[in-house]
């Protein structure tokens, strides 16, 4: 009867001892858990990132994209441009071939682990890359959104710069046991551009006007415009 009830003791003590374990480890890792995840997403941003980047070269260079094959320009007689044509089943193909590629590279970083010094955790300046490194087992899942936009620039007289930009973002989670949260990356490219000329005017004038004067209302406005018996 004695033996039973001192096994009933130890196990009671061990299960305090254990429950207190959990509460002082389950307490810190809520301190720390917001460091980590900071770390987390920073770690994955840029891997993500750097990813998606060798994916859209690769990409591009093994179709061999360029201007003349995803826009077309339409001139006149007089060689001005009268139109612009975007090749929408090209867009299309290399949004999927883009996408594909990226979310198949991603997969292969969806296991990383995190290594972070014990001095980092305490949240203290002063011991900030200190200590040995806790591993910490990450992983990661993710979803892939690419776009394309036109951009125009002015690039001189009667020239415009035009821009087929690749936008990619990448919106996911981050899972740790006991744990997730959410992170999102953008990053875009450069898929082709180049310089529209249009016709150069013959002559071109400068409009200086005094304080007070209404020339240049005027001349936006051409039926106000007052002249001279001699024309002028």
Do not use: W
Not at 12 to 19: G, H, P
Not at 93 to 105: A, E, F, G, P, V
Request: glycine fraction near 8%; proline fraction near 2%.
């Amino acid at each position: 009867m004695r033996r039973k009830s001192n096994f009933k003791r130890c196990f009671f003590v061990f299960l305090c001892f254990v429950l207190c374990l959990a509460i002082i480890f389950g307490g810190i890792f809520l301190k720390i858990k917001p460091l980590v995840f900071t770390y987390a997403k920073s770690y994955a941003e840029t891997l993500f990132l750097n990813e998606t980047n060798r994916s859209v070269v690769k990409i591009l260079e093994e179709n061999g994209i360029s201007y003349s094959n995803m826009a077309a320009l339409s001139r006149n007689s007089e060689g001005a441009v009268t139109s612009l044509e975007i090749d929408i089943e090209k867009i299309n193909l290399l949004k999927s071939l883009i996408s594909n590629k990226i979310s198949d590279s991603l997969i292969n970083s969806e296991y990383y682990d995190l290594r972070i010094p014990i001095g980092t955790l305490l949240g203290s300046e002063f011991t900030t890359g200190i200590g040995p490194r806790i591993k910490f087992s990450m992983q990661t899942t993710c979803t892939v959104f690419v776009d394309f936009k036109s951009l125009f620039f002015a690039a001189g007289i009667n020239q415009v710069l035009h821009q087929i930009l690749i936008k990619i973002k990448i919106v996911g989670n981050i899972l740790m046991i006991g744990c997730t949260d959410s992170f999102s990356a953008e990053t875009s490219a450069i898929a082709a551009e180049t310089v529209i000329v249009g016709m150069t005017p013959d002559a071109f004038t400068n409009v200086i006007e005094g304080t007070g004067g209404s020339i240049v209302g005027d001349i936006f406005d051409y039926g106000h415009i007052e002249y001279d018996s001699n024309g002028e």
